[in-house]
């Protein structure tokens, strides 16, 4: 574990990755309320175009966390608690597709263990903690305002980001590169 000026730093990052669900409300000229309206829903492909606008709502988000850890202060588990030092979510470009992630700083080798529960803590977070919130909120785009769902009931799945790109077939995506762990 590396100390900075008092600080423990993580030695290490784990990346997750999990498909979003991302979706805006049809507008009508006679309704009263847009949340009344139908939903459409936006492939993850055609949601590459508003990633600047969802990284600006996460990073407003990410600022309420009272310290440097992010959602890794709300670990209850002693053991992972000590080891995870920060979590905090993100969406990134993968195979021409935007994803969510979760970057955990570790300050020490996970159990396979306690992998599988920082995988349970995220995918709650992801659906009742953090990411509820997420949803909830509008985000304004040129297009109007879409909704960003970190959890997707359909075909939810949290991979580890080298997990994920060794089953995966390279759709020939040529744009920023994601450092490994």
Not at 99 to 127: H, K, P
Request: aromatic fraction near 12%; charged fraction near 25%; proline fraction near 3%.
């Amino acid at each position: 574990m590396k100390k900075i000026g008092g600080n423990t730093m993580a030695n290490e990052l784990l990346r997750f990755f999990f498909p979003l669900k991302i979706f805006t409300y049809l507008e009508y000229e006679h309704s009263d309320s847009i949340r009344n309206n139908p939903l459409e829903e936006i492939t993850p492909a055609e949601a590459l175009a508003y990633e600047d606008e969802i990284l600006a709502a996460i990073a407003r988000e990410n600022r309420s966390f009272d310290n440097d850890r992010g959602l890794a202060e709300y670990i209850c588990t002693e053991s992972l608690n000590e080891k995870v030092y920060s979590l905090y979510p993100t969406v990134e470009i993968w195979n021409g597709e935007l994803w969510g992630v979760m970057t955990a700083g570790i300050t020490e080798a996970l159990s396979e263990e306690e992998t599988t529960e920082l995988l349970d803590f995220i995918e709650r977070q992801n659906g009742d903690g953090y990411g509820a919130e997420l949803e909830q909120s509008s985000i304004k785009t040129s297009a109007g305002e879409i909704y960003v769902s970190f959890w997707n009931s359909e075909s939810y799945s949290i991979k580890l980001e080298q997990e994920l790109k060794s089953s995966a077939p390279d759709l020939g995506y040529s744009g920023p590169v994601m450092r490994g762990m």
